[in-house]
């Protein structure tokens, strides 16, 4: 099977922009905003058979938590340790954490970060990045990472729409998408 080109699976990241724009900021800016719907697309839960859609099992309030690579330090050791260690989570609603990766990476990752499954976080796999091209929150990763991923972030939803983004404006930093810092 081949492999389709960047430019199918991430088609708004890899438009090109002025030279201007891209000396003032490090990344393509955050397309997904406040009152904007959570996209209907099928990602993979535990194995590639399982499919799910955020948008339709997320009701009334939840959160998505992305992140760049399951396995990475920050996201290992910091970001989402974070969130389940909050006492503050069991008021978030559904959480789902997203990465770029395939679905027995996803749930190997679970099992290892939350092996009781006690903090009730859902890992989900958006293998070809279609979830993450959606809301635009793609961003190109391929030097680290070896292909495009997602920026780090975390999204408030509250009736399958937006209440407040939280995104990296670097991509990868673990700042503004803390679980200190969504949860309060």
Known sequence: ??????????????????????AFHSSARAFVKVGDAIPDVTLMEGTPGNKLSIAKELKGKGLIIGVPAAYSPACSASHIPGYIKSPKLKDAGSVFVVSVNDAF???????????????????????????TNALDLSFDGRAIFGNLRSKRYALVVEDGKVK???VEPDNTGVNVSTADKVLG
Not at 1 to 16: H, Q
Not at 105 to 131: C, H, Q, T, Y
């Open 1 to 22: 099977m081949l492999a389709r080109p960047a430019t199918a699976v991430f088609p708004r990241l890899m438009r090109a922009r002025p030279a201007a724009a891209q």
């Open 105 to 131: 990476v996803m749930k190997a990752w679970g099992d290892v970060l939350d092996p009781s499954g006690k903090s009730g976080i859902r890992f989900i796999a958006d293998p070809a990045g279609e979830f």
């Open 164 to 166: 407040e983004a939280h």
